[in-house]
């Protein structure tokens, strides 16, 4: 990697990781839920749905989402351990529909019946234990990958922090649709497939950048899509 694109990308790093940025943003959601001394699975359970709604326009899915917890009136998991969901085929984010959370809630509440945590559970196991997605080892799974960065980086800025036994080097970068053209266009990748190959391979140019903390590289993007609009 030249010099120049590297000391650009870790110098919008150093800018974007910066709460000032996601104040309107998903990870406001489960922020939240830390601000208030929530429980470690009402956390999960609100930067699970977070993370789910995480495609679109930012403005609509914090509107979305508001509208969600509202429904829920902030108390995530006590609506999931409930048993009794709403689940109507209405959208509640552009093709998410109130069925499809419900299913989500009733694999939480099967999951927290037996275990403490998340945590626990490889990308795999959370595709088709929590979301009820069918396996696809080649898929990138972004919200999934989303949602580990959110729980996992502890630099005390915009993540969490709180998934103590999962380390950021582990992470993989979320890939969607504005993440893979960033990085075709700063040379990162020169795959056109947004796969889970994809993301390992735009995870580990970053790695170069950021050895302990790859992650990282996602606030550079965002600086990146920010810069170039």
């Excluded at 990308?9 to 709460?19: F, I, T």
């Excluded at 403005?59 to 829920?72: A, G, K, N, S, T």
């Excluded at 949602?147 to 005390?156: E, F, H, T």
Aim: overall charge neutral; charged content about 30%; some cysteine.
């Amino acid at each position: 990697m030249e010099a120049a694109l590297k000391k650009q990308l870790m110098d919008w790093a150093g800018e974007y990781n910066d709460p000032v940025h996601f104040a309107e943003d998903p990870i406001a959601f489960p922020t939240e839920f830390v601000r208030r001394g929530a429980t470690l699975q009402d956390i999960e359970t609100a930067a699970v749905f977070a993370a789910h709604f995480a495609w679109g326009r930012r403005p609509m899915i914090v509107r979305d989402l508001e509208r969600f917890f509202d429904f829920l009136e902030w108390r995530p998991l006590d609506y999931v351990m409930s048993g009794d969901y709403r689940s109507d085929n209405t959208s509640c984010h552009r093709t998410i529909k109130w069925s499809e959370t419900a299913l989500i809630c009733r694999n939480l509440k099967e999951f927290f019946n037996k275990e403490e945590s998340l945590e626990k559970l490889s990308n795999a196991q959370i595709r088709t234990r929590i979301y009820g997605r069918k396996e696809d080892p080649a898929a990138a799974d972004k919200k999934i990958n989303l949602m580990r960065r959110w729980m996992v980086r502890n630099d005390g800025k915009v993540d969490l922090g709180i998934w103590k036994n999962s380390s950021p080097t582990s992470l993989i970068i979320p890939l969607d649709t504005h993440v893979h053209t960033q990085a075709l266009d700063l040379g990162l990748t020169k795959r056109t497939s947004k796969n889970l190959t994809t993301a390992l391979e735009i995870t580990d140019s970053f790695r170069e950048i950021f050895p302990d903390d790859p992650c990282l590289g996602d606030f550079a993007l965002f600086g990146y899509g920010v810069s170039h609009r």
